[in-house]
């Protein structure tokens, strides 16, 4: 967790105070900015101990702990002229808290790894831990962020993370969906990708990701461009799935259809998903919806907001409505990203 | 910690294949890598839930975990002309277990989230993680990978969180100096600052870092130049202070300088070093030792590698000799690093 790499006001040799009015980290120095974020960043009720030495401690009941990790990188996971730094906090809050959720365990800690240019302005970095607090607060109470690390790189990526706390159950695998169970999820399907469609098809301006036009987009399409720049998962769907006896359970991040695909082959077993129940295209082929994909045995109540949408058969691989399923390919604009561009 | 913003081999349309003989993270795609790279990670005796799953889920037993991250990035904080990827996978892990050791813990996983542009050979991604295995299998034995990231980035960026096992004591932190405490180091100090100069001084081409000339240093200069590329800090060492009674402790990553002086700031004293027992400028101001200083009560017999190299008096900041300190500005040729060279 040292953060020295940050250059101090007197060490300043470069591209300080090209943004005029605003001060950066190179300009401001680490300890400052320091200063300037913490006071933002939300905390956490298991935390023991918190940023300012060389490690954080955070309560497990449990006597187990619940870990993942996910890297955003400006280019293939989000233009920032498009996102701003709010919504990167929260998404990138959001979108780790959801791996927690998946397993059936209650978020309760984040260390945030930072990298951005030196003339980033300490506004970005401020809203950018205004948007983690925010989706901490709002989508996992009592979760928050326990240390972190600040450095400097020419791409600005953003490292989470989350820990989670099992309450004395079992986490909830990929691979124990039986033949028989029901397939339910909660959350949206499809409008992430909507979103994404729609930044792509008309957020640019020849062929670049263009600030104006993402405005306009925000307005006319609130909810897909959100689902897409600040998507707001089920998180405490997780553990209520766990409690309510979920067989398998998984976040879906690369579409329902590639997801369920992963379920079923850890489960040995075939979901036959309702196209009724679904959906279309958009939905079984949409990614980063961070929706959560569960089985339940037939007799379960379904708890909070999920909802049937198919059944566990015996065979291999995804069905809709009975017959085979094979996804689209997945295409990713992102992937055309040169390195440099919005 | 999903992985599929890799492309599949059939989705590859840019830089595939242009190191001939070598896969690369592109044209292999992300299944087949993880494959090769799964079996050489280190094993953690704390994993209940290995990779694989939408999260991890490791022991701790305690009650608490200790946590840190910590960044590096292509540029300011390695070279790759420099840094084996080897290197860079046992100095990822070293430098993170000395952050938990520095709190008096044992260090019981890791998740590693690694970013590297598309044209990597999945050669390098296999040597990072052996890097990573025998990292830790050298430094804190029975620690392991329990998760991670895989994404695609311009610059290599690598992003490691520690947890550990305070074993039912109390984490030491860095506000718990007294007058009249020991200040005691274990391990090397100046090493990895003197490496690194080496390299900046010896290491280049035209002022680009350059690969052959690394390696004659290497030759030349094998201390050194492991000190700064693949280092060795006293993971053990952490707990054996906590276990003796250290007061206060924190990892060496600024310089001996820098890091007393917050020492003594955070515990509202001063640290008085001996210039015979610390050696030059060198040893005081050199960053990256990641060796471990610490304070014991006057009567402890210092445990493990600690060596006494000063005392805790009354009073504020560093003194050497008696005398105030002033640490060099600690120049960083890194930050004159243009993004793109070696």
């Not at 006597?63 to 730094?85: K, N, Y």
Request: one cysteine or more; a negative charge; hydrophobic letters at 50%.
């Amino acid at each position: 967790m040292t953060t020295a790499e940050i250059p101090g006001p007197a060490e300043i040799s470069g591209p300080a105070g090209t943004l005029g009015i605003l001060d950066t980290l190179g300009s401001l120095g680490e300890q400052a900015v320091l200063a300037r974020i913490f006071p933002r960043l939300p905390a956490a009720a298991s935390e023991l101990l918190g940023p300012g030495d060389d490690a954080a401690v955070v309560a497990a009941p449990d006597g187990r702990v619940v870990i993942t990790t996910d890297m955003m990188i400006h280019g293939p996971d989000f233009r920032l002229a498009w996102s701003t730094p709010y919504d990167l906090g929260w998404k990138a809050a959001a979108s780790n808290l959801s791996d927690i959720a998946a397993m059936g365990a209650v978020p309760t800690a984040l260390v945030v790894a930072l990298a951005v240019p030196a003339d980033t302005p300490v506004l970005v970095l401020e809203q950018f831990s205004d948007g983690l607090r925010h989706g901490c607060d709002s989508l996992a109470p009592g979760c928050g962020v326990v240390g972190g690390d600040l450095s400097v790189s020419t791409v600005f990526t953003i490292a989470v993370t989350a820990l989670g706390d099992l309450e004395g159950r079992a986490p909830v695998l990929r691979s124990g969906a039986v033949v028989g169970d029901v397939v339910a999820v909660s959350g949206v399907l499809g409008a992430a990708a909507e979103g994404l469609r729609l930044l792509f098809e008309h957020g640019t301006v020849d062929s670049v990701p263009d600030v104006a036009s993402a405005a306009r987009l925000r307005l006319e399409h609130a909810a897909a461009i959100a689902a897409q720049l600040a998507p707001q998962p089920p998180i405490a769907d997780g553990p209520a799935a766990a409690i309510a006896g979920a067989t398998a359970m998984l976040d879906l991040s690369d579409g329902l259809a590639i997801d369920a695909r992963r379920l079923a082959a850890a489960s040995g077993v075939a979901l036959d998903l309702s196209s009724a129940a679904v959906g279309g295209k958009l939905q079984l082929d949409g990614g980063e919806d961070h929706s959560l994909l569960a089985t339940f045995p037939a007799t379960t109540i379904l708890p909070g907001g999920f909802r049937a949408i198919g059944m566990v058969v015996a065979g291999v691989g995804v069905l809709v409505d009975g017959e085979p399923y094979i996804e689209s390919s997945g295409w990713d604009p992102y992937r055309g990203w040169d390195g440099e561009a919005g």
